[in-house]
């Protein structure tokens, strides 16, 4: 995948693919096979150095958890649902779910999500246009049966 | 090795004191835990001081500095919440390592209002609101919803931890809110974070807890074995690896693994248990906690709020003092505070919420889902 040129990702496993499009990278350990979302020098879950390879992460998913955030720091705008998804593959990502209504009763639990791309205009911010992505509920058919355990 | 005992120990009422500076919160707490213990600061051998938002400013140092420069081996010590269990269990290692006799323990901190921390950036824009939240509010609602998935748990069992804890504060004179706070005061309160209303998040208060340790040898030689309090177990973990870790914090695993080694060090298990303080930073996190520390099955934590088994007067009473939501949580000082607690009932001093019979006890703190820090405290005297 090539980093980023023309724009400033919100998040260091934001890459573009080889066609240019926005894509998710993370890293896999070749001695345990767990998935993480940022390199490191080892790995965190085995211990094992040297072991991580970058690989393309899913862009399905369902709610493993989430909380409706209705105050958060001055200047941040409420309500927004902060959404935990498992993708497909097992990595936990943080971000915000819409497109469904900010009430518990329109939020359940496991329901299927994809990840969507898009390029926020943030007031007060020059430079590279921001890439970043958002949770949107999908077809339960685009996702496979959540694992369990 | 020898056992290490609690032979004084104290704390100041938590509230807000912007107009003191921190090192005078913490020597007024090491004054009254000094007293408490019938010694003086030239007694104390080394002194442990717990501290998070002023990590890097010597305050064990500066506390010496207001009451007696002994030249005594100061450490500081951060470890977010869990800073002042820390400090007591560096203090406890030294005492057991044999290099001391008697060590003063001290946890301080002085906090401003408002959220705690900063909002979550990424290459100078702020992604708080963007991608999820990451304030404190919301990692541990997002935690108490996981519950809520697996087990159903309700958003009126997270918020009867707030009436519980509100009210057994009305009997701690130490506590910064003394007032009840009834169900639909509590579930109607202003929502911070679902289902977390502002009356189910702890208070960033200011606040010192102190706590003088001494050897077994020197406990005997200076007659302070009547009022003591035994550790039976002093555990410190850090977060082991889980795949929810890289997107939350994660108090859960670092509590399971810290509950097993206090236990088995201890020889005990939590049927063994009078009373416990235990990381009420928020609502949601005492009852995930009833399970991380074995009192209950998992999934069970519900019926425990439900049934009044952990009020004062039930089985297991939990957070007696009022817990971190509603006697307060200045940082560094819970986790000493947490020992006052818990010996101040093994010594049958705790008044109108003494937990009658109160023979052993346990304390935990959570720093940042990252440091867990576990006491199991024993009365001394039959």
Not at chain 1, 47 to 58: F, Q, T
Not at chain 1, 119 to 127: A, C, D, K, L, Q
Not at chain 2, 10 to 35: C, Q
Not at chain 2, 156 to 180: C, D, G, I, P, W
Request: include cysteine.
């Amino acid at each position: 995948m090539r980093t980023q040129t023309e724009h400033q990702s919100l998040g260091s496993f934001l890459k573009l693919d080889d066609q240019g499009k926005p894509c998710l990278e993370g890293f896999q350990c070749g001695a345990c096979n767990e998935v993480l979302l940022q390199n490191r020098r080892g790995c965190p879950r085995c211990g094992a150095l040297g072991s991580l390879r970058a690989r393309r992460l899913a862009e399905h998913g369902r709610l493993f958890s989430y909380t409706i955030v209705h105050r958060s720091f001055p200047g941040i705008a409420t309500p927004f649902i902060s959404a935990i998804v498992e993708l497909d593959g097992g990595v936990f990502l943080k971000g915000n779910l819409v497109g469904v209504e900010a009430t518990p009763a329109a939020v359940p639990f496991d329901m299927p999500v994809r990840v969507q791309f898009h390029y926020p205009e943030v007031p007060g911010h020059t430079g590279k246009t921001l890439l970043s992505y958002v949770f949107v509920p999908a077809q339960p058919a685009e996702c496979p049966e959540p694992k369990r355990g | 090795m020898s056992d290490v005992y609690v032979v004084g120990t104290d704390m100041i009422r938590f509230g807000r004191y912007p107009d003191r500076s921190v090192e005078d919160l913490g020597a007024e707490a090491v004054l009254l835990a000094l007293a408490d213990a019938g010694l003086g600061i030239g007694d104390m051998q080394a002194v442990y001081c717990g501290n998070q938002l002023a990590a890097g400013d010597r305050i064990g140092q500066r506390i010496l500095k207001q009451i007696g420069q002994t030249g005594v081996a100061v450490v500081n010590v951060s470890n977010a919440c869990a800073s002042g269990a820390t400090a007591f269990r560096e203090g406890w290692i030294a005492i057991r390592a044999g290099l001391y006799d008697l060590v003063l323990c001290v946890g301080v901190e002085q906090m401003g209002k408002g959220i705690l921390g900063a909002p979550q950036s990424y290459a100078g824009v702020t992604t708080e609101g963007m991608l999820g939240s990451s304030t404190m509010p919301a990692s541990f609602a997002t935690l108490g919803m996981e519950h809520t998935r697996q087990y159903g748990t309700t958003f009126e069992q997270f918020a009867k931890v707030s009436v519980k804890n509100h009210h057994h504060s009305t009997l701690n004179e130490k506590a910064m809110y003394r007032f009840e706070t009834p169900l639909e005061d509590v579930m109607g309160a202003e929502m911070i974070a679902y289902p977390l209303t502002k009356l189910m998040c702890s208070v960033n208060v200011d606040g010192a807890a102190a706590a003088v340790i001494c050897s077994e040898k020197k406990a005997r030689e200076l007659g302070l074995l009547k009022r003591a309090v035994r550790i039976r177990a002093s555990v410190l973990t850090s977060d082991p690896y889980t795949p929810q870790n890289l997107a939350n914090l994660d108090f859960n695993a670092v509590t399971q693994l810290a509950a097993r080694q206090a236990y088995e060090t201890a020889g005990v298990g939590p049927g063994d248990l009078d009373l416990i303080e235990l990381h009420d930073c928020f609502a949601t996190a005492e009852l995930l906690h009833y399970e991380n520390l074995g009192i209950c099955p998992a999934g069970d934590a519900g019926k425990l709020i439900d049934t009044g088994y952990t009020a004062l007067g039930g089985a297991l009473p939990v957070n007696v003092s009022g817990g971190l939501l509603s006697k307060g949580h200045p940082l560094g000082a819970t986790g000493i505070a947490n020992i006052y607690e818990i010996s101040t009932h093994l010594r049958g001093e705790a008044g109108a919420r003494q937990v009658q019979g109160a023979r052993l006890g346990l304390t935990h703190v959570v720093g940042a889902g990252s440091a867990c820090a576990i006491h199991i405290l024993e009365r001394v005297q039959p």
